[in-house]
């Protein structure tokens, strides 16, 4: 995709004052939810769970050339369909594009984004939309050839840099560039793909988005060593699933199916574990956890093995982690903040009890 646009460094600070004059238009009563149904009502009803994803990033959502899906972000839209509905493979895919994401879940088109989407407090403060947890930890970085020879994102003053607009990452920016003094033209650019052609095409000279999101971009490259990731991680990007804001219950399911996930890698609960330890737990959370003990869900619309379905359909965290964008994958990251909170990283589940 082309350049659409370039503009003034500063723009995107009028954000804030579009997203709140946005959310005024969007406030739902409580009638109007009892006269809806819940979210879980309407996906149950419909039978698919609809998911909002990328338009296309290696290792988070990818399509091959079979149309088939895969990723992180698609490996955890198959584990909420398993819980939610019994079968991983009742899930409908909805690519969107960031300036159109959140209109997407307001308005019902989709019931889970899962779209590398940063939780913020000006989001949750202004957009009628719930951050329902955090599935990586990320941070925002810099794409640039590596014949520059350039180790700091502050060697970059006067450079064109690519980046997409009305974005934590284009804020992001603008505050690093006012924090140590240095100037950027700021190019626009409506997708991470088309940042990437637009960078490789020479229209601009680097190209800032989420650590994860460079590295899946370089890993689709022939000439991926002619690229390099600055060490500079200027941002802290929590990214998480997004659902619409008015009906608390769902919000809260999908954040405890997320949790799921968590502690059974915690506690050693693979996918081909899980289901003999269903038989004879190890210890009295993990039973609560598979369901094998009381019915903690009922309260959330979800019934005594939804864990265990969501766990079995594509592995707990860390197997989702590894085989899609893990040490062992085309990506090549490592754990770090997403690391158990055993092993010195952020993961971390709330005890099921």
Same mark, same amino acid.
């Given at each position: 995709m082309s350049v659409?646009?370039?503009?003034? $460094?500063?723009? /995107?600070?009028?954000?804030?004052? *579009?997203? #709140?004059?946005?959310?005024?238009?969007?406030?739902?009563?409580?009638?109007?939810?009892?006269?809806?149904? #819940?979210?879980?009502?309407?996906?149950e009803a419909r039978g698919v769970l609809t998911c909002g994803i990328d338009t296309g990033l290696v290792g988070f959502?990818?399509?091959? +050339?079979?149309?088939?899906?895969?990723? !992180?972000?698609?490996? $955890?839209?198959?584990?909420?369909?398993a819980a939610l509905l019994g079968d991983a493979q009742r899930v409908q895919f909805v690519t969107l594009t960031t300036a159109e994401r959140f209109d997407a879940v307001i308005e019902g088109r989709v019931d889970i984004l899962l779209r590398n989407t940063s939780w913020t407090f000006a989001r949750d403060a202004s957009l009628p939309?719930?951050?329902?947890?955090?599935?990586? !930890?990320?941070? =925002?970085?810099?794409? &640039?050839?590596?014949?520059?020879?350039?180790?700091?994102?502050?060697?970059?003053?006067?450079?064109? &840099?690519?980046? =997409?607009?009305?974005? *934590?990452?284009?804020?992001?920016? #603008?505050?690093?560039?006012? @924090?140590?003094?240095?100037? !950027?033209?700021?190019?626009?650019?409506?997708? /991470?793909?088309?940042?990437?052609?637009?960078?490789?095409?020479? #229209?601009?000279d680097a190209f800032t988005s989420d650590v994860s999101a460079l590295a899946g971009l370089?890993?689709? $490259?022939?000439?991926?060593?002619?690229?390099?990731?600055?060490? +500079?991680?200027?941002?802290?990007? /929590?990214?998480? /699933?997004?659902?619409?804001?008015?009906?608390? &219950?769902f919000a809260e399911a999908v954040e405890w199916i997320l949790h799921a996930l968590i502690a059974a890698e915690e506690f050693g609960l693979t996918a081909d574990r899980a289901p003999t330890a269903l038989d004879a737990p190890h210890s009295p959370e993990v039973a609560r956890l598979l369901g094998a003990e009381g019915a903690l869900?009922?309260?959330?619309?979800?019934? @005594?093995?939804?864990?265990?379905?969501?766990? *079995?359909?594509?592995?707990?965290?860390?197997?989702?982690?590894?085989?899609?964008?893990g040490s062992q994958s085309e990506l090549g990251l490592a754990r770090g903040l997403n690391a158990q909170w055993t092993e010195g990283g952020l993961m971390y589940a709330p005890p099921f009890r």
């Open positions: 659409t646009q370039v503009f003034d $460094l500063f723009a /995107p600070r009028k954000l804030a004052r *579009t997203v #709140s004059a946005f959310a005024l238009g969007f406030a739902a009563s409580q009638s109007d939810i009892d006269a809806m149904g #819940s979210k879980l009502s309407q996906i959502a990818n399509q091959d +050339d079979s149309g088939v899906w895969s990723g !992180f972000e698609i490996d $955890l839209c198959h584990a909420y369909a939309v719930a951050f329902a947890g955090t599935y990586y !930890f990320d941070g =925002q970085g810099f794409l &640039v050839p590596a014949d520059l020879g350039i180790t700091s994102a502050r060697e970059l003053d006067g450079a064109r &840099v690519c980046v =997409q607009p009305e974005t *934590t990452t284009a804020l992001n920016l #603008s505050d690093f560039a006012d @924090a140590y003094q240095v100037n !950027f033209q700021t190019v626009f650019v409506e997708t /991470p793909a088309g940042g990437l052609d637009a960078y490789l095409a020479g #229209s601009c370089r890993a689709a $490259l022939d000439d991926r060593d002619a690229h390099a990731i600055l060490a +500079d991680v200027i941002s802290k990007e /929590p990214l998480g /699933p997004v659902v619409a804001g008015e009906d608390r &219950v869900g009922e309260g959330l619309g979800l019934d @005594a093995e939804f864990a265990l379905r969501a766990i *079995t359909a594509r592995g707990h965290y860390g197997e989702i982690f590894e085989r899609n964008i």
